[in-house]
């Protein structure tokens, strides 16, 4: 079964908040002042909104068979 390119946007959206994520966090580890923090605060949790809207996407494509059953 070929990928549909809607699989191949909601995969790349998974892989895009995990590098927002690490970013965040690393942005987070070496910021210098509280600018920074507010910055990388909104990018985590930008992220995670992003991440838990294309998992909730990717799971209604799972239930309407669109899905492949190995990636």
């Known amino acids: 079964m070929s990928v549909k390119p809607c699989n191949l946007h909601i995969t790349k ?3 895009l908040v995990e590098d927002m994520i690490y970013l965040a966090d690393q942005g987070d580890t070496d910021r210098e002042d509280n600018g920074c923090g507010i910055l990388y605060g909104i990018l985590r949790d930008s992220a995670y ?3 838990k809207l294309a998992e909730e ?3 209604n494509h799972i ?3 669109w899905w ?3 990636e």
């Open 13 to 15: 959206t998974l892989e």
């Open 49 to 51: 909104k992003l991440k």
């Open 57 to 59: 996407e990717k799971q």
């Open 63 to 65: 239930r309407k068979g």
């Open 68 to 70: 492949p059953e190995v």
